[in-house]
């Protein structure tokens, strides 16, 4: 999607009538926002100072303006929250759970728990602030058809929260191939305008890319498009202040025999998107153990933790 394709509309905080006042004034396009002051922009659409400001960040962080100020940046990082993964460790590990405008990636072999994470973290995101969530909704893209809404009701109800409900705030939908997945990151930037959406998770963000370009020849193209995703969900997370996760799996399949089995897909795309990045493997006695490995602030360290009939919990 370039950024001709974007509306004023798709701007967080502005709705069908702002965008009006500001077509009827002439700033029909995003470069005649992102330029405006906050004052300029207020007086035109009738908005307060501070909402002015946002959508003005909002319009140079889509056009990707190379520069922003350091007060600019420093104000959008105030804003990041947190998202409790359910154990304290865990949670300590990240600095105090996922962060929202940016990318966390748990990659590990086939039944490390990354799914169950993904499904925590969905029913986690909705729990008030100061409980571990952000009181806000999902978009949950299903490429391996492992969305359990049974995990969903085992979990929600573990915390004492409406089943009905807890279900209802989340967005599912299945992806069937690579394409498919790409759109629905795309059309994700509609249901985030009409939705307060604080989480998206891609479980499996590779899968999907891993089965269908297979040979040597394709390799550029798939990583092409991997970054191209990547940078459709990025953008979500940076212009929502939303929480992105990603699944990926271990290149541990025999045809990769010479290969470090421990290494994720999607090679230092996946890698340079993801600002967090956690591996999760089994650890002694059925329990669990997330190593991060890549994290803007946080050291390198591991949390042990288990998955238990109601989620997610403390070893
Ligand atoms: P792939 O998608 O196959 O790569 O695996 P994954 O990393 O997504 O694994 P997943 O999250 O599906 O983890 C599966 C594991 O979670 C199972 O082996 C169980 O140990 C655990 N698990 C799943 N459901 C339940 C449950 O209802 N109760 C308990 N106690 N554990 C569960
Ligand atoms: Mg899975």
Redesign the pocket.
């Known amino acids: 999607m370039s950024e001709d394709d974007i509306e004023l509309e798709d701007l967080n905080g502005v709705g069908a009538k702002t965008a009006e006042k500001l077509r009827e004034a002439g700033y029909d396009d995003l470069m005649s926002i992102a330029t405006m002051s906050a004052g300029d922009l207020g007086e035109v659409a009738d908005l307060g100072e501070k909402k002015s400001q946002k959508i003005i960040t909002g319009a140079r962080q889509e056009l990707d303006i190379g520069f922003e100020s350091g007060k600019d940046r420093y104000d959008q990082k105030k804003e990041m929250k947190k998202i409790s993964a359910g154990a304290s460790n865990l949670d300590d590990l990240l600095g105090g759970g996922v962060d929202t405008q940016s990318i966390t990636e748990f990659y ?10 993904g499904h925590q973290l969905s029913v986690n995101v909705q729990k008030p602030e100061g409980e571990g969530g952000l009181d806000r909704d999902v978009i949950y893209i299903d490429t ?1 058809d ?1 969305f359990v809404p049974q ?1 969903i009701e ?1 979990m929600a109800e573990d915390q004492g929260m409406d089943v009905e409900e807890t279900l209802d705030r989340i967005h599912v939908a299945r992806a069937f191939n690579s394409d498919h997945q790409m759109l629905l990151a795309d059309e994700a930037q509609d249901i985030c305008q009409s939705e307060d959406i604080g989480l998206i998770v891609v ?2 963000l590779t899968a999907q890319f891993r089965a269908e370009y297979v040979g040597r020849g394709e390799l550029a193209q798939r990583q092409q498009k991997l970054n191209r995703h990547m940078a459709t969900l990025l953008r979500l997370a940076n212009s929502h202040n939303a929480a992105v996760v990603v ?1 990926n ?1 271990v290149m541990s399949n025999p045809d990769q025999m010479f290969g470090d089995p421990t290494k994720a897909i999607g090679g230092h795309i996946v890698a340079h998107n993801s600002a967090t990045r956690l591996y ?1 493997r089994k650890g002694k006695k ?1 329990k669990r153990v997330a190593k991060l490995v890549d994290s803007p602030y946080m050291p390198e360290g591991e949390a042990v933790y288990n ?3 109601g989620g997610i919990k403390d070893a």
């Open positions: 590990g072999e086939y039944g490390s728990g990354k799914t169950q994470i391996e492992t995990r085992d479980d499996s699944t799996q999760l059925g998955i238990e009939d």
